[in-house]
């Protein structure tokens, strides 16, 4: 199958600077008590499972046959880790996460090693890359969410370059919807976009607002990936009735030694205190490792994975007919 080639990735590895990242490390603060119990113990479980977790998972060889689909979201599996069942009785579930992996299209061993989690997943794929269509077509077949990544400029550019199909703030609007558009139909599979890079353009009010008036039209929603503070993105598609949610945690910022298992940690504090988190990982050779070690373990903590489309805010009717009065409106 043309599709398990394995592949020498084209792309340089795409890290987030520690800058772009003022959003990601803050802890969510306060919380219930039960929350914060269940966090305490949580955290204790993981950090001190973590010496054992780590030379008892044998470095399975992955198969080499057909890729497994990704099972029914209620789906358990059973692992052999021996991790007693935390914050409650045993096969509750705790909280969820909506797990995103950006950057796809460049490579197809990355994508075959997400799917092969088992686990429901979004896909966010960059546009024009070798793989692209591929990547979101199987993505789609598995029963994964797919969100287009859209390239947009960051604050440094160009000293960044988002690369091809981005969205710049010196094109004119019509430009800038040209290529919204044509990126969009490029991957009929995509349920929405969220944002690469794109610190300055996200704060670019009125760019913003013809993003999400092209997603209303379209029926798709839109996640924040936060790659700066004061990101006009959320409330933007708040306002025009487009389903919207924002990143919690970036799984692997460029922060050197043990990063990947603090934000795990993190992220199942997250999880504990709010039932519920959004966490963005790319897919780097350390990520999908330390994928492989966690999954399983917050599963067996009660921590449930799902699909983007399952937590997105949906709009209120009231910004739906606001939305739709305003466009009427403007014909
Ligand atoms: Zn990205």
């Known amino acids: 199958m043309q599709f398990m080639r394995q592949e020498t990735p084209r792309r340089p590895k795409r890290r987030i600077p520690p800058k772009h990242l003022d959003h990601a490390?803050?802890?969510?603060?306060?919380?219930?008590?039960?929350?914060?119990?269940?966090?305490?113990?949580?955290?204790?479980a993981f950090v001190l499972g973590t010496h054992v977790l780590e030379s008892s998972i044998p470095s399975a060889?992955?198969?080499?046959?057909?890729?497994?689909?990704?099972?029914?979201?209620?789906?358990?599996?059973?692992?052999?880790l021996d991790l007693p069942p935390l914050g409650g009785a045993p096969g509750q579930t705790i909280g969820r996460?909506?797990?995103?992996?950006?950057?796809?299209?460049?490579?197809?061993?990355?994508?075959?090693?997400?799917?092969?989690?088992?686990?429901?997943?979004?896909?966010?794929?960059?546009?024009?890359?070798?793989?692209?269509r591929t990547i979101s077509?199987?993505?789609?077949?598995?029963?994964?969410?797919?969100l287009l990544h859209q390239p947009m400029e960051p604050a440094d550019f160009p000293r960044s370059n988002p690369g091809p199909r981005a969205l710049l703030k010196r094109m004119s609007p019509g430009e800038?919807?040209?290529?919204?558009?044509?990126?969009?139909?490029?991957l009929p599979e995509a349920i929405g976009i969220n944002n690469h890079m794109g610190s300055a353009y996200m704060r670019d009010r009125p760019a913003v607002d013809r993003v999400m008036e092209e997603l209303?039209?379209?029926?798709?929603?839109?996640?924040?990936?936060?790659?700066?503070?004061?990101?006009?993105?959320?409330?933007s598609a708040r306002r025009h009735g487009v389903p919207a949610a924002r990143r919690d945690v970036f799984l692997d910022p460029d922060e050197?030694?043990?990063?990947?298992?603090?934000?795990?940690?993190?992220?199942?504090?997250q999880v504990a205190n709010r039932e519920t988190a959004i966490a963005i990982g790319h897919p780097h050779p350390e990520t999908l490792?330390?994928?492989?070690?966690?999954?399983?373990?917050?599963?067996?903590?009660?921590?449930?994975?799902v699909k983007i489309s399952e937590v997105v805010n949906q709009p209120s009717a009231a910004s739906v007919q606001r939305s739709a009065g305003e466009e009427r409106g403007k014909n």
Do not use: C
């Not at 996460?97 to 092969?116: C, K, M, P, Q, Y």
């Not at 800038?176 to 490029?186: A, W």
């Not at 490792?289 to 994975?305: K, N, Q, S, T």
């Open 61 to 80: 060889p992955r198969p080499a046959g057909p890729l497994p689909p990704a099972p029914p979201p209620q789906q358990e599996t059973k692992t052999d």
């Open 216 to 235: 209303r039209r379209r029926g798709q929603l839109f996640l924040d990936s936060v790659t700066a503070p004061r990101s006009a993105g959320y409330w």
């Open 289 to 305: 490792d330390a994928l492989d070690r966690w999954v399983p373990r917050m599963r067996e903590a009660g921590i449930e994975f």
């Open 25 to 44: 490390r803050k802890s969510s603060g306060g919380g219930r008590p039960l929350g914060a119990w269940i966090g305490g113990a949580l955290l204790g």
């Open 256 to 269: 050197g030694e043990g990063i990947l298992e603090r934000q795990f940690v993190e992220l199942a504090r």
């Open 176 to 186: 800038q919807m040209r290529i919204l558009r044509e990126n969009l139909d490029s």
């Open 97 to 132: 996460v909506a797990l995103v992996i950006d950057d796809l299209g460049g490579h197809l061993s990355a994508a075959e090693r997400l799917f092969g989690l088992g686990i429901p997943l979004t896909i966010a794929v960059l546009p024009g890359e070798p793989h692209s």
């Open 137 to 146: 077509r199987e993505a789609a077949l598995r029963g994964h969410d797919v």
